[in-house]
Protein backbone atom coordinates (compact mmCIF):
# COMPACT_ATOMS: atom_id res chain seq x y z
CA UNK A 1 0.00 0.00 0.00
CA UNK A 2 1.41 4.09 -1.16
CA UNK A 3 -0.65 5.01 2.28
CA UNK A 4 1.29 6.75 4.81
CA UNK A 5 0.32 7.02 8.83
CA UNK A 6 0.51 10.87 9.13
CA UNK A 7 -0.22 12.24 12.85
CA UNK A 8 -1.54 15.77 14.12
CA UNK A 9 -0.21 18.06 17.38
CA UNK A 10 -2.17 18.87 20.27
CA UNK A 11 -1.76 19.82 23.48
CA UNK A 12 -3.92 18.65 26.63
CA UNK A 13 -3.46 19.78 30.35
CA UNK A 14 -4.53 18.67 33.82
CA UNK A 15 -4.92 21.14 37.18
CA UNK A 16 -3.96 19.55 40.01
CA UNK A 17 -4.53 21.45 43.71
CA UNK A 18 -1.71 18.52 45.81
CA UNK A 19 -3.96 19.23 48.69
CA UNK A 20 -7.05 17.84 47.39
CA UNK A 21 -5.25 14.18 46.45
CA UNK A 22 -2.68 14.61 49.15
CA UNK A 23 -4.95 11.70 51.51
CA UNK A 24 -5.57 9.56 48.29
CA UNK A 25 -1.70 9.80 47.49
CA UNK A 26 -0.47 8.85 51.33
CA UNK A 27 -2.82 6.06 51.52
CA UNK A 28 -1.30 4.33 47.97
CA UNK A 29 2.18 5.31 48.93
CA UNK A 30 1.50 3.16 52.37
CA UNK A 31 1.03 -0.02 50.48
CA UNK A 32 4.54 0.42 48.40
CA UNK A 33 7.49 -1.73 50.37
CA UNK A 34 10.33 0.29 49.29
CA UNK A 35 8.68 3.69 50.35
CA UNK A 36 6.34 6.35 49.47
CA UNK A 37 6.04 7.72 45.80
CA UNK A 38 6.86 11.15 45.75
CA UNK A 39 3.95 13.42 45.06
CA UNK A 40 5.03 14.62 42.00
CA UNK A 41 5.62 11.36 40.77
CA UNK A 42 2.35 10.15 41.69
CA UNK A 43 0.73 13.02 39.71
CA UNK A 44 2.34 12.92 36.12
CA UNK A 45 1.71 8.93 36.83
CA UNK A 46 -1.91 9.85 37.40
CA UNK A 47 -1.70 12.43 34.54
CA UNK A 48 -0.49 10.17 31.44
CA UNK A 49 -3.28 7.41 32.40
CA UNK A 50 -5.79 10.27 32.13
CA UNK A 51 -4.08 10.68 28.69
CA UNK A 52 -4.33 7.44 27.52
CA UNK A 53 -8.00 7.08 28.47
CA UNK A 54 -8.86 10.30 26.26
CA UNK A 55 -7.45 8.31 22.79
CA UNK A 56 -8.70 4.91 23.85
CA UNK A 57 -12.36 6.92 24.62
CA UNK A 58 -12.66 9.72 22.18
CA UNK A 59 -10.03 9.63 19.81
CA UNK A 60 -8.47 6.11 18.20
CA UNK A 61 -12.09 5.69 16.92
CA UNK A 62 -14.76 8.60 17.14
CA UNK A 63 -12.26 11.51 16.44
CA UNK A 64 -13.32 14.05 13.95
CA UNK A 65 -10.76 16.38 13.00
CA UNK A 66 -13.80 18.76 11.32
CA UNK A 67 -15.92 18.15 14.72
CA UNK A 68 -16.73 21.84 16.76
CA UNK A 69 -16.10 19.16 19.97
CA UNK A 70 -12.62 19.49 21.22
CA UNK A 71 -12.99 16.46 22.72
CA UNK A 72 -12.27 14.54 19.70
CA UNK A 73 -10.90 16.53 16.63
CA UNK A 74 -7.49 16.36 17.25
CA UNK A 75 -7.33 14.10 14.32
CA UNK A 76 -9.21 11.54 12.17
CA UNK A 77 -10.11 8.35 14.08
CA UNK A 78 -11.01 4.81 12.75
CA UNK A 79 -14.09 5.82 12.02
CA UNK A 80 -13.84 8.84 9.89
CA UNK A 81 -10.89 6.68 8.69
CA UNK A 82 -13.19 4.04 7.65
CA UNK A 83 -15.79 6.23 6.10
CA UNK A 84 -13.53 8.24 3.68
CA UNK A 85 -12.10 4.79 2.52
CA UNK A 86 -15.94 4.16 1.07
CA UNK A 87 -16.50 6.97 -0.05
CA UNK A 88 -13.36 7.39 -2.40
CA UNK A 89 -14.38 3.23 -3.05
CA UNK A 90 -11.19 1.70 -1.40
CA UNK A 91 -12.92 0.12 0.62
CA UNK A 92 -16.29 -2.29 0.05
CA UNK A 93 -18.34 -2.63 3.53
CA UNK A 94 -19.92 -6.20 3.67
CA UNK A 95 -23.79 -5.84 4.86
CA UNK A 96 -24.71 -7.40 7.32
CA UNK A 97 -28.04 -7.03 9.48
CA UNK A 98 -28.46 -5.36 13.01
CA UNK A 99 -26.51 -7.26 15.33
CA UNK A 100 -28.94 -9.68 17.46
CA UNK A 101 -28.55 -12.69 20.41
CA UNK A 102 -29.65 -15.92 19.93
CA UNK A 103 -32.48 -16.66 22.49
CA UNK A 104 -33.96 -19.59 24.03
CA UNK A 105 -32.10 -22.47 25.58
CA UNK A 106 -29.37 -25.50 24.24
CA UNK A 107 -31.47 -27.41 21.84
CA UNK A 108 -34.06 -24.98 21.23
CA UNK A 109 -32.67 -22.00 19.67
CA UNK A 110 -33.83 -19.06 17.81
CA UNK A 111 -30.68 -17.52 16.13
CA UNK A 112 -29.61 -14.60 16.40
CA UNK A 113 -27.42 -12.56 13.78
CA UNK A 114 -23.77 -12.01 15.67
CA UNK A 115 -22.48 -15.28 14.28
CA UNK A 116 -23.21 -15.28 10.45
CA UNK A 117 -22.13 -11.86 10.29
CA UNK A 118 -18.60 -11.93 12.09
CA UNK A 119 -18.34 -15.15 10.07
CA UNK A 120 -19.40 -13.58 6.95
CA UNK A 121 -17.03 -10.33 7.24
CA UNK A 122 -14.26 -12.96 7.80
CA UNK A 123 -14.92 -14.88 4.77
CA UNK A 124 -14.70 -12.03 2.73
CA UNK A 125 -10.65 -12.19 3.06
CA UNK A 126 -9.58 -14.92 0.66
CA UNK A 127 -8.74 -18.08 1.55
CA UNK A 128 -5.08 -17.31 1.17
CA UNK A 129 -5.56 -14.37 3.70
CA UNK A 130 -7.38 -16.77 5.65
CA UNK A 131 -4.44 -19.01 6.23
CA UNK A 132 -2.65 -15.97 8.28
CA UNK A 133 -4.33 -15.22 11.76
CA UNK A 134 -7.07 -12.52 11.31
CA UNK A 135 -8.46 -10.21 14.46
CA UNK A 136 -11.94 -8.98 14.27
CA UNK A 137 -12.73 -6.42 16.53
CA UNK A 138 -15.69 -5.54 18.23
CA UNK A 139 -17.61 -3.64 20.56
CA UNK A 140 -17.89 -4.13 24.40
CA UNK A 141 -21.95 -4.86 23.52
CA UNK A 142 -21.10 -6.83 20.33
CA UNK A 143 -18.43 -9.07 22.11
CA UNK A 144 -21.24 -10.12 24.95
CA UNK A 145 -24.03 -11.16 22.09
CA UNK A 146 -21.70 -13.51 21.03
CA UNK A 147 -20.34 -14.85 24.32
CA UNK A 148 -23.95 -15.02 25.18
CA UNK A 149 -24.73 -16.69 22.06
CA UNK A 150 -22.39 -19.31 22.36
CA UNK A 151 -23.15 -20.37 25.41
CA UNK A 152 -26.55 -20.43 25.00
CA UNK A 153 -26.43 -22.67 21.29
CA UNK A 154 -23.59 -24.86 22.65
CA UNK A 155 -24.41 -25.13 26.39
CA UNK A 156 -21.36 -23.83 27.55
CA UNK A 157 -18.62 -21.13 27.45
CA UNK A 158 -16.73 -20.26 24.00
CA UNK A 159 -12.91 -20.79 23.41
CA UNK A 160 -11.11 -17.66 24.72
CA UNK A 161 -7.38 -17.19 23.86
CA UNK A 162 -5.34 -19.09 26.71
CA UNK A 163 -2.65 -16.17 27.40
CA UNK A 164 -6.22 -14.06 28.17
CA UNK A 165 -7.50 -14.10 31.74
CA UNK A 166 -9.41 -10.99 31.31
CA UNK A 167 -11.52 -13.18 28.63
CA UNK A 168 -11.67 -9.71 25.85
CA UNK A 169 -10.43 -12.56 22.43
CA UNK A 170 -12.37 -15.23 21.55
CA UNK A 171 -11.15 -18.45 19.31
CA UNK A 172 -13.54 -18.22 16.81
CA UNK A 173 -15.07 -22.05 15.73
CA UNK A 174 -13.95 -23.30 12.56
CA UNK A 175 -10.99 -20.73 11.79
CA UNK A 176 -8.23 -23.78 13.17
CA UNK A 177 -7.21 -21.05 15.77
CA UNK A 178 -6.52 -18.34 13.15
CA UNK A 179 -9.49 -15.92 13.75
CA UNK A 180 -9.54 -14.05 17.06
CA UNK A 181 -12.63 -12.36 18.04
CA UNK A 182 -11.61 -9.17 20.15
CA UNK A 183 -13.24 -6.55 22.63
CA UNK A 184 -12.52 -3.25 21.66
CA UNK A 185 -13.18 -1.09 24.62
CA UNK A 186 -12.09 1.98 22.06
CA UNK A 187 -14.86 1.48 19.54
CA UNK A 188 -17.64 2.06 22.45
CA UNK A 189 -21.14 1.87 21.26
CA UNK A 190 -20.17 1.32 17.35
CA UNK A 191 -22.13 -1.65 16.07
CA UNK A 192 -18.86 -2.15 13.04
CA UNK A 193 -16.81 -5.15 12.86
CA UNK A 194 -13.20 -5.00 12.22
CA UNK A 195 -11.51 -7.54 10.91
CA UNK A 196 -7.34 -7.05 10.08
CA UNK A 197 -4.44 -8.72 9.03
CA UNK A 198 -1.77 -7.29 11.91
CA UNK A 199 -0.37 -4.31 10.09
CA UNK A 200 -3.11 -3.02 8.18
CA UNK A 201 -4.48 -0.69 11.18
CA UNK A 202 -2.02 1.29 12.90
CA UNK A 203 -2.13 4.12 16.03
CA UNK A 204 0.92 6.18 16.04
CA UNK A 205 1.77 8.34 18.64
CA UNK A 206 5.04 9.44 20.48
CA UNK A 207 3.29 8.39 24.21
CA UNK A 208 6.89 7.19 25.05
CA UNK A 209 8.12 10.52 24.77
CA UNK A 210 5.50 12.38 26.57
CA UNK A 211 7.47 12.88 29.95
CA UNK A 212 10.03 14.68 27.92
CA UNK A 213 7.24 17.45 26.34
CA UNK A 214 6.01 18.06 29.52
CA UNK A 215 5.38 21.66 31.49
CA UNK A 216 4.65 22.03 35.15
CA UNK A 217 3.37 25.50 35.79
CA UNK A 218 2.80 26.96 39.28
CA UNK A 219 0.25 28.94 39.70
CA UNK A 220 -0.58 30.03 43.74
CA UNK A 221 -0.87 26.65 45.08
CA UNK A 222 -2.22 24.86 42.49
CA UNK A 223 -0.12 23.01 39.57
CA UNK A 224 -0.49 22.83 36.04
CA UNK A 225 0.48 19.92 33.91
CA UNK A 226 1.03 20.73 30.33
CA UNK A 227 1.82 17.93 27.83
CA UNK A 228 2.20 18.22 24.18
CA UNK A 229 0.78 15.08 22.05
CA UNK A 230 1.14 13.51 18.64
CA UNK A 231 -0.95 11.01 17.41
CA UNK A 232 -2.35 9.59 14.21
CA UNK A 233 -4.53 6.68 12.68
CA UNK A 234 -4.69 5.07 9.54
CA UNK A 235 -5.32 1.89 7.69
CA UNK A 236 -1.93 1.75 6.14
CA UNK A 237 -2.99 -1.57 3.61
CA UNK A 238 -6.43 -1.81 2.37
CA UNK A 239 -6.35 -4.98 0.83
CA UNK A 240 -6.04 -6.04 4.77
CA UNK A 241 -9.04 -5.29 6.28
CA UNK A 242 -12.67 -5.83 6.04
CA UNK A 243 -15.43 -4.41 7.51
CA UNK A 244 -19.21 -4.49 7.70
CA UNK A 245 -21.39 -1.39 6.76
CA UNK A 246 -22.94 -1.08 10.26
CA UNK A 247 -21.91 2.21 12.45
Known amino acids: SDRELTVAVGQTEMVIDPENMRDTWASDSANITEGKVALEVYFLEDFLKSIGQEINNNLAYWGDSSSTDETINLIDGIHVVLEELISDGELTPVITPAHTQSTGTFGNIAQGTIFPNVEKVWKAFSVAQRAST ?74 QEFASSLKIQEVGYQWIYLIKVVLGVDVVDTEAIKINNLH
Open 134 to 207: IYSYVSFDSFEKYAKSYRAEFGHECTYNKSDLEKTEIVVDGSGGKHILCRASWMGTSNRIISVIPGALRLGTDV
